[in-house]
């Protein structure tokens, strides 16, 4: 069982196997702010652990991520955490806003949009 330790810690879920993508997000983090990276919802032990995050940032550019995972989350699981898509095709995306993600992003303007999202996010 998670502490309030855990519950109040400040992480968010970095989907992508873009190395650069995730060297670059953990470098515009502020020092309490942690980085989980991750490929699907298989790399969590059970669907809580994912809860105990902010928030979920998607690349859907990445062969590696099967785009279910947002269908996964929302009908499957019936997480309601805040997920954020960047990149991908315009069918990519119009699927990604049936499986009900949140917003969408180019993949240049995602790492100037995550100092919004970490205020946002910071109670």
Avoid at 25 to 37: D, G, K, Q, V, Y
Avoid at 57 to 65: K, N, S
């Amino acid at each position: 069982m998670p502490s309030i330790e855990d519950r109040l810690r400040k992480r968010l879920i970095w989907m992508t196997s873009d190395e650069n993508m995730l060297s670059a997000a953990r470098e515009s983090l502020p020092t309490e702010w942690s980085l989980t990276p991750a490929l699907g919802v298989d790399d969590f032990d059970d669907w809580q652990e994912i809860l105990l995050h902010r928030f979920l940032v998607l690349d859907l550019d990445d062969p590696a991520i099967d785009h279910a995972v947002i269908d996964e989350i929302r009908r499957e699981h019936q997480l309601n955490i805040p997920i954020f898509c960047y990149g991908g095709s315009e069918e990519e995306r119009l699927a990604a806003r049936s499986a009900r993600a949140d917003r969408f992003f180019n993949k240049e303007e995602i790492l100037a949009r995550l100092p919004d999202f970490l205020r946002q996010f910071s109670w």
